[in-house]
């Protein structure tokens, strides 16, 4: 295999990798949703809210972060999300309410999340001109195998650490 090739499936990885920890803690909103309701105590359109707001901000941030990766580099872009989402997360271990919670998870780490997922598709785009359809689709596994390997994980920390531990639990995992 070429240095090149051994190239593009790093990065492939990568992306893999970056979708694993974003998509699959975003996923792991409706488990942090029921601790929610009981650790701030709140009704449940109220400990929903963050969740929501969260893939909204992403999907709604897609212009914007497409803007930055023109007039930046992308991989500056994708890191600064990546710190972006970290700092959201770890800010939600210091919150006592659930609006801190939605402004920190909600915004900060939707905002992140989408800084360093939107652009994905370009970087493979970029550095494949064959196997880009295999490249996407190992990147976009990360979400998939996330679903599996993540749920579990987070029902031990939510049982060992409460809310506010898994919090910090969870950062853990996105700053690697």
Same mark, same amino acid.
């Given at each position: 295999?070429?240095?090149?090739?051994y190239?593009?499936?790093?990065?492939?990885?990568?992306?893999?990798?970056?979708?694993?920890?974003?998509?699959?803690?975003?996923?792991?909103?409706?488990?942090?949703?029921?601790?929610?309701?009981?650790?701030?105590?709140?009704?449940?359109?109220?400990?929903?809210?963050?969740?929501?707001?969260?893939?909204?901000?992403?999907?709604l941030? %897609?212009?914007?972060? %497409?803007?930055?990766?023109?007039?930046?580099?992308?991989?500056?872009?994708?890191?600064?999300?990546?710190?972006?989402?970290?700092?959201?997360?770890?800010?939600?271990?210091?919150?006592?309410?659930?609006?801190?919670?939605?402004?920190?998870? %909600?915004?900060?780490?939707?905002?992140?999340?989408?800084?360093?997922?939107?652009?994905?598709?370009?970087?493979?785009?970029?550095?494949?001109?064959?196997?880009?359809?295999?490249?996407?689709?190992?990147?976009f596994?990360?979400?998939?195998?996330?679903?599996?390997?993540?749920?579990?994980?987070?029902?031990?920390?939510?049982?060992?650490?409460?809310?506010?531990?898994?919090?910090?639990?969870?950062?853990?995992?996105?700053?690697?």
């Open positions: 295999m070429c240095l090149d090739r190239r593009q499936w790093k990065i492939a990885l990568i992306c893999c990798y970056i979708n694993f920890l974003h998509f699959g803690i975003a996923r792991l909103s409706s488990l942090l949703y029921l601790a929610a309701l009981t650790r701030y105590n709140v009704n449940r359109s109220q400990a929903s809210f963050p969740f929501i707001l969260c893939y909204t901000v992403r999907n941030s %897609g212009p914007l972060v %497409g803007y930055l990766g023109m007039k930046f580099q992308i991989h500056s872009v994708i890191k600064l999300g990546c710190v972006l989402a970290t700092i959201g997360i770890g800010g939600c271990f210091f919150a006592e309410d659930i609006y801190t919670v939605t402004v920190l998870w %909600g915004v900060v780490y939707a905002f992140g999340f989408g800084m360093a997922t939107v652009l994905i598709p370009e970087v493979l785009s970029r550095n494949f001109d064959e196997y880009l359809s295999n490249a996407n689709g190992l990147a596994s990360g979400e998939c195998i996330a679903g599996f390997l993540l749920p579990p994980i987070l029902q031990i920390c939510l049982n060992t650490f409460g809310l506010s531990g898994t919090f910090f639990a969870v950062i853990r995992f996105d700053s690697q």
